[in-house]
């Protein structure tokens, strides 16, 4: 069983309960566990994926934030972007790798989880859904989480000097209820993420720019690594496309066609 999970309970005797049938799910976030060699399910039955990075301390991973967002699309489930410590971007703000995101239709919110700026914006997209919040250690996901809710009182890391890395805070899934409806699956930080099963040919659909142009392609099997004629790359090399964005996918496809055989 993993957070979010239905199940039926049964009493005892005693006035305690055991699990009898877990439900099953309609909705699943999950990645490839490298360790078994299998799929990791991190949380069931959630509505939406919260992918919580940091503007500064740690830095953005947005290799990291692509295969979130590229998990998520293949499990069918939407994504808002939540960029939190916006006080430690300065006058810099948010850089332009990461507002592109709006332009191919991800929200990307602000928040900074100690002066409260962009939470309540950020309650609104919860309330009434379950959300699962993920992304890397140290970016301050429980941080927020307390700024929405005081009385959890969730234990805070710190940032590494060195590393300039997070600590991981969370240990175990947390389903959490909210005031305003709904709930929140927090979850421990991940520094890895790749998807479980995937078929190398449906991969591009899981990058929401690149499908309107898969159609244009020379070749119906085009992978958009080197092909001539392909859509995806002359967008990559006119710009519609973010280079970093084409480079995540091809980093996944390696996987994905590893994982095959």
């Not at 500064?56 to 295969?67: G, I, K, T």
């Not at 699309?73 to 808002?80: F, G, S």
């Not at 309330?127 to 009385?151: D, H, Q, Y």
């Not at 142009?213 to 967008?235: K, M, Q, Y």
């Amino acid at each position: 069983m993993v957070v979010g999970d239905l199940v039926t309970l049964e009493q005892l005797e005693d006035g305690s309960c055991r699990i009898t049938e877990v439900l099953p799910r309609h909705s699943r976030l999950s990645r490839h566990s490298m360790a078994k060699r299998r799929e990791q399910v991190l949380a069931a039955n959630v509505d939406q994926v919260a992918a919580v990075f940091s503007l500064a301390r740690p830095e953005p991973d947005v290799r990291l934030l692509d295969r979130l967002l590229a998990v998520a699309e293949l499990h069918d489930l939407p994504a808002v972007i939540v960029m939190n410590k916006a006080d430690l971007a300065g006058d810099v703000g948010v850089p332009p790798e990461i507002a592109a995101y709006s332009e191919i239709g991800y929200p990307v919110l602000c928040t900074c989880a100690t002066t409260g700026a962009g939470i309540p914006d950020l309650q609104e997209r919860l309330a009434g859904r379950i959300t699962v919040f993920t992304g890397p250690s140290g970016v301050g996901k429980s941080s927020i989480l307390n700024a929405i809710m005081p009385e959890l009182d969730l234990r805070v890391g710190t940032v590494g000097e060195k590393t300039g890395k997070g600590k991981h805070t969370t240990s175990a899934g947390l389903l959490i209820p909210l005031t305003d409806g709904g709930y929140l699956a927090d979850t421990p930080g991940i520094q890895y993420f790749e998807p479980a099963g995937v078929d190398p040919a449906d991969l591009a659909h899981a990058f929401r720019e690149f499908r309107p142009l898969v159609e244009h392609c020379r070749f119906a099997d085009c992978r958009h690594r080197a092909e001539p004629g392909c859509a995806v790359i002359e967008a990559v090399t006119d710009g519609s496309i973010a280079e970093h964005r084409h480079v995540s996918y091809l980093s996944l496809l390696e996987a994905a066609e590893e994982a095959r055989g």
